[in-house]
């Protein structure tokens, strides 16, 4: 029995973290999509997490919620935050800070 539960135990830490893995690369091509489309530049090429929860979505459904904080730069020298909010592994939204427009795109 005790074995059981210990393999039950090793089973659903290897399942979280497989999640967050997979859920973090899902944050990076997110954020870094939304500033290829802003034409600004994605620095550092990741994410940071900063909230996980387990709650509900719009539709009452439960599952993990999860906000990544990304930064961004228009010219190279001021940067700005953006944000990726998750529910499980699902895009719910990106929010970035105000920036100049009109800028020509970034050099990669």
């Given at each position: 029995m005790t074995t059981l539960i210990s393999l039950m135990g090793v089973f659903l830490v290897g399942w979280y973290l497989?999640?967050?893995i997979r859920a973090k690369e899902i944050?990076?091509?997110a954020g870094a999509h939304a500033c290829e489309k802003n034409n600004v530049q994605f620095l550092d090429q990741?994410?940071?997490r900063r909230i996980l929860k387990f709650r509900r979505d719009s539709r009452g459904n439960p599952g993990?919620?999860?906000?990544?904080?990304?930064?961004?730069?228009?010219?190279g020298e001021f940067?700005?935050?953006g944000e990726v909010t998750m529910y499980g592994h699902r895009v719910h939204s990106i929010e970035m800070d105000p920036f100049p427009e009109n800028l020509p795109p970034p050099l990669h």
């Open positions: 497989w999640s967050a944050a990076v091509r990741t994410v940071e993990w919620y999860r906000s990544y904080h990304f930064e961004f730069a228009t010219d940067r700005y935050q």
